[in-house]
């Protein structure tokens, strides 16, 4: 058994006097969540793909050193729950917190991984481990270590936990993650063609939701500008968290939101969560490094927040959800397909072309699959889950005593705990920004166990390394070698790599190998036109005399930033037949969806109407305007 370095003695004795004031409290949390009253489902998937993902999990996994000091900067300015006084922005153990929300993120997440892997179909459940990196340019912003997000899915799932910076205030009200206290900040966002009203965002953590409204408002302008330039989409969302810390959305405008649960569930608005500071079952604690068969995290929290991502899947179209990721995802195999994929034509060439294609997008899927489970298996099954079980085990023995101590009104005492618990943070985000497995120390100090860092563990990896090496030091069953079994047609092919670079290399290379040319060719320079847009728009689909002609997308946007979408059949360079349209008001938040019957560019019959705040109804129109209520029964909705 080691003895606790003088050092550590001596930098928690110095952590008491900035905790002095949040002596006072009794750090007590809810019992539930408010996502504990969701009602539990089967997901039934009626998706006619089999290349796409159910649920993406992002969440910060991994510090770049160079970003290091504009986060903690970030990080103590942007706080939730309060303000920081500007002396104790830059105090060691708010960096230490930081530090804290990322160690803590990469063994929390593994909970709600765990829950939805284990209730959804093999395969499609995929984590998507972000790097925090810092430039000039870009300010703070991350990017994922994986190539999960490149695959087509339902909805991702951004999820962080969550501790107030400030060391004399973090015991109190503010949210906090500690001991038996969990603050989880949680994002739902899809396609925007999933729902086009709140481009695709669905649920937000209540302090991120302007910032994810801009992320998803982002995304969506920028995709449309890659339509309209003819390009690949190159757009990364970074997380939503470090978004908001990059920059505290200054957006004032009024967004559609409706509390989580709440009655009028079919009302086109985003669910609005609250911050919630957790209270975990106590005796789940108690021997959590010895015991952990039944995660106190999951029975509290995990559990209902993952039947509400069930719900959504349960109520979306999913081949709606992936319609645009599925066309981005083939064009990075044949971008002549992705066109014809958009124009959903028919032929025994593409047909032949797009079952090649999504078999092997399948078999990339299977493969981040299986990278996923190593990180699972690795951060919370192997020696670092071990370690952070170590870890709240004993932070939670400091908090009931410091809150036996404050009904006591034993300050002295009170005081002990919490400057232990500064080292702990120490000790718990060291160990994630370096990558390297948690030391434990055990000795008595004043109150009990103290977890700090071994003599040789690094504070943070050298730069070159991280990126690169962090998945494989917390999760080494990454680095195996792994076989994914394609089948297409009556064949069978097994494909084996090191890495996905490598996988994706093969892939290709197995594509090109075995395609033949298309039957029908597509103008790359066709004509897209609507009422009033003194400009012409682009389509991607069949085309007669240099006009948008059948069926196929068109996309434009005129001088003053409305832009017009439409996915559907066309004549003469306008939309009309049946189809789906999004306008977007530049001055607006949200955009106006049309769903039904067109004639020259305008709606025209019976449609169905989502607008941001109000629910989905069913209007006849002609020639562009609404003329009054119209039969569900008329209604020709757009197949996906």
């Not at 695959?151 to 400030?166: G, K």
């Not at 757009?235 to 409706?258: A, E, G, T, V």
């Not at 039957?519 to 847009?533: L, V």
């Amino acid at each position: 058994m080691r003895i606790v370095s003088r050092i550590t003695v001596l930098f928690a004795l110095a952590a008491a006097a900035a905790l002095i004031s949040g002596c006072a409290g009794t750090a007590r949390g809810a019992k539930s969540s408010v996502f504990q009253g969701t009602e539990d489902v089967e997901v039934i998937d009626y998706s006619l793909s089999r290349a796409d993902a159910l649920v993406v999990i992002r969440y910060p996994a991994i510090i770049h050193a160079d970003a290091e000091e504009p986060y903690f900067h970030a990080f103590s300015i942007n706080a939730i729950g309060g303000e920081v006084p500007p002396a104790n922005r830059t105090k060691k153990v708010t960096q230490r917190i930081a530090q804290s929300v990322i160690a803590k993120s990469n063994y929390y997440v593994m909970s709600l991984y765990r829950e939805l892997q284990r209730e959804l179909p093999e395969d499609t459940v995929l984590l998507s481990p972000h790097i925090i990196l810092w430039d000039r340019d870009q300010g703070l912003y991350s990017r994922p270590i994986l190539a999960s997000e490149q695959i087509p899915s339902v909805v991702t799932v951004d999820f962080n936990v969550y501790s107030f910076p400030d060391s004399s205030e973090v015991m109190d009200s503010p949210p906090v993650t500690f001991g038996d206290l969990v603050t989880p900040l949680f994002v739902v966002h899809s396609d925007r063609w999933l729902q086009p009203s709140t481009n695709g965002l669905l649920l937000s953590s209540n302090p991120l939701v302007r910032s994810a409204w801009g992320l998803s408002e982002a995304q969506a302008e920028s995709e449309i500008d890659s339509k309209l330039e003819a390009r690949m989409v190159d757009y990364q969302r970074p997380l939503d968290f470090i978004s908001f810390l990059n920059q505290r959305s200054r957006d004032q405008r009024d967004l559609p939101l409706k509390s989580v649960g709440e009655a009028r569930s079919d009302v086109i608005a985003i669910e609005n969560y609250p911050v919630e500071k957790i209270q975990m079952d106590g005796q789940l604690l108690v021997d959590l490094s010895s015991d952990y068969a039944l995660d106190p995290f999951a029975e509290s929290f995990v559990r209902g927040a993952a039947a509400n991502v069930k719900q959504k899947l349960n109520e979306v179209d999913h081949d709606k959800a992936t319609f645009f990721a599925r066309q981005n995802a083939l064009a990075r195999f044949d971008p002549e397909l992705a066109v014809a994929f958009l124009a959903r034509s028919g032929g025994e060439s593409v047909r032949a072309r797009l079952q090649l294609a999504e078999a092997l997008i399948e078999a990339e899927r299977r493969f981040i699959s299986a990278q996923s489970l190593s990180i699972y298996e690795g951060t919370y099954l192997g020696d670092f889950g071990d370690k952070m079980r170590q870890m709240i085990e004993g932070e939670y023995k400091l908090l009931e005593n410091r809150r036996s101590a404050a009904r006591k009104q034993n300050v002295t005492t009170a005081f002990a705990a919490l400057a232990l618990a500064g080292s702990i943070y120490a000790a718990t985000a060291s160990g994630a920004v370096g990558g390297i497995a948690l030391q434990s120390f055990s000795g008595a100090l004043m109150l009990g166990s103290l977890w700090a860092m071994s003599s040789t563990m690094e504070t943070r990896a050298e730069s070159a390394q991280m990126s690169e090496h962090f998945l494989a030091l917390i999760a080494p069953a990454l680095e195996r070698q792994i076989s994914v079994q394609m089948e297409w047609l009556e064949s069978k092919e097994r494909i084996s790599a090191l890495g996905f670079a490598e996988f994706r290399n093969k892939t290709l290379t197995l594509y090109q190998s075995r395609v033949r040319s298309l039957e029908d060719q597509f103008d790359d320079n066709c004509r897209f036109s609507y009422p009033g847009f003194p400009v012409q728009g682009r389509w991607y689909g069949s085309c007669s005399g240099g006009l948008a002609h059948e069926r196929g997308y068109g996309v434009i946007r005129d001088p003053a930033g409305n832009s017009i979408e439409y996915l559907g059949s066309a004549k003469n360079g306008r939309a009309s037949g049946t189809g789906a349209m999004i306008a977007r008001n530049g001055n607006d938040a949200g955009a106006l969806y049309f769903e039904g019957s067109f004639n020259d560019g305008l709606p025209d019959g019976v449609l169905r109407i989502e607008e941001p705040g109000r629910k989905p109804r069913v209007r006849e129109f002609r020639a562009g305007k609404d003329v009054g209520n119209g039969a569900q029964e008329e209604l020709q909705s757009l197949v996906f």
